[in-house]
């Protein structure tokens, strides 16, 4: 059974760097054809694809952040690690990991909320 | 960038209802469609990939197909549930940057 848990601060200050972690099980990501993503998701608002990591050390990132995003994988303690440099109060939101399927994500994990605020 | 647009942006229906959202992508995505439902408070589940293929363990109450341009789809929903009320996307994983629609909300009529 895959499962994927993301942990991170509830409160950040704005021009400050937010590490987000993927702590997940079930798969190894290692090699070709599995990968983790990480989506947010603004209050009320809809799913944004920020970037994804492969097994073989692949990464992609959303244009828009790419500046601001660095995502890294540690094979050994099962994680993901997506960091957010100089955040804005508009960064606030619930930021999800989820398995990257052939086409899709699934399973996601149950999501972290984060404020950005002074 | 590829834009997902989905229509309605929201729908009421009552339990029993057919329901049908649909899904238009700017470009040619091929058959890299996924659809996810969203409850309140909840994560996205991946209900349909690859524009018709259910996911394990999802009703097949929910079905998807496309008009075979590679660009319209559409998420069929039978004999609606209490369980099925809440957010629906579509998101393309044809080209990155990976995008969603902006979602269709499904409530109680």
């Known amino acids: 059974q895959i499962t994927l848990k993301e942990s991170g601060p509830t409160l950040v200050k704005p021009t400050q760097t937010l590490t987000l972690t993927c702590t997940f099980s079930?798969?190894?990501?290692?090699?070709?054809?599995?990968?983790v993503g990480w989506i947010r998701q603004p209050p009320g608002k809809a799913l944004e694809w920020l970037a994804l990591?492969?097994?073989?050390?692949?990464?992609q990132y959303s244009p828009s952040l790419s500046d601001r995003l660095t995502i890294t994988k540690d094979t050994s303690k099962n994680q993901v690690v997506l960091e957010i440099s100089d955040v804005d109060p508009v960064d606030t939101g619930t930021y999800y990991c989820?398995?990257?399927?052939?086409?899709?994500?699934?399973?996601w994990g149950q999501g972290t909320l984060v404020f950005v605020s002074s | 960038d590829i834009q997902m647009t989905q229509s309605p942006f929201s729908l009421s229906a009552s339990v029993g209802d057919r329901v049908t959202i649909t899904c238009r992508a700017s470009?040619?995505?091929?058959?890299?469609l996924s659809w996810y439902h969203q409850r309140p408070g909840k994560a996205p589940r991946l209900l349909i990939y690859?524009?018709?293929?259910?996911e394990d363990g999802v009703s097949p109450r929910f079905s998807g197909s496309g008009s075979g341009s590679g660009t319209d789809f559409t998420l069929t929903i039978t004999d609606l549930q209490p369980e099925d009320f809440g957010m629906y996307y579509c998101?393309?994983?044809?080209?990155?940057?990976?995008?969603f629609g902006q979602g269709t909300r499904v409530d109680v009529k």
């Open positions: 470009d040619d995505i091929s058959s890299y």
């Open positions: 990591i492969e097994g073989d050390g692949n990464k």
């Open positions: 690859a524009v018709s293929n259910l």
């Open positions: 079930g798969f190894s990501l290692t090699g070709t054809g599995v990968a």
């Open positions: 998101q393309q994983s044809y080209s990155f940057p990976w995008t």
């Open positions: 989820a398995h990257r399927l052939i086409m899709g994500f699934g399973p």
